[in-house]
C-alpha cells in the first residue's frame, strides 16, 4: 500500500523514538514529517518490531506502553517510514494509554 497523506503510519526518528499517526506532511528531503492523533510507540510487546506492529499490531497490548495521543506532532530526523494495515492500526489502537 502506498503511502499517502491521510495513511495511518509509523514514523522511526533518530532521537525522538517511534511515532504511529495519520501522516500530514512528510519532506523525505528534509527528514520532516507531521503526524495528528499520534501516539509515542514507547515499548512494545507481542511484535518482534517496528515492521511486524505496522503489519499485525501487538499479540500483548497489555503489556505495551503507548502515551495518550498528542493532536499533533513534527518529527525531525526522520528515519523510517512504515505503512500501517488495517490490523495493525487496530492493534496499535488496542494499546491501552499508559500514565504514571
Given at each position: 500500500?502506498?503511502?499517502?497523506?491521510g495513511s495511518y503510519v509509523i514514523v522511526?526518528?533518530?532521537?525522538?523514538?517511534?511515532?504511529?499517526?495519520?501522516?500530514?506532511?512528510?519532506d523525505l528531503e528534509r527528514r520532516v514529517a507531521?503526524?495528528?492523533n499520534a501516539r509515542r510507540l514507547?515499548?512494545?510487546?507481542?511484535?518482534a518490531s517496528l515492521s511486524q506492529l505496522a503489519q499485525s499490531g501487538s499479540s500483548r497490548p497489555g503489556e505495551c506502553k503507548f502515551p495518550a495521543a498528542v493532536t499533533e506532532v513534527i518529527l525531525?530526523?526522520?528515519i523510517e517510514v512504515l505503512a500501517v494495515t488495517a490490523a495493525g492500526q487496530a492493534g496499535i489502537e488496542a494499546?491501552?494509554?499508559w500514565a504514571k
Open positions: 500500500m502506498p503511502i499517502t497523506i522511526r526518528t533518530y532521537s525522538a523514538g517511534a511515532f504511529a499517526g495519520t501522516i500530514q506532511a512528510l507531521t503526524l495528528s514507547w515499548s512494545w510487546a507481542g511484535a525531525l530526523e526522520v494499546v491501552p494509554v
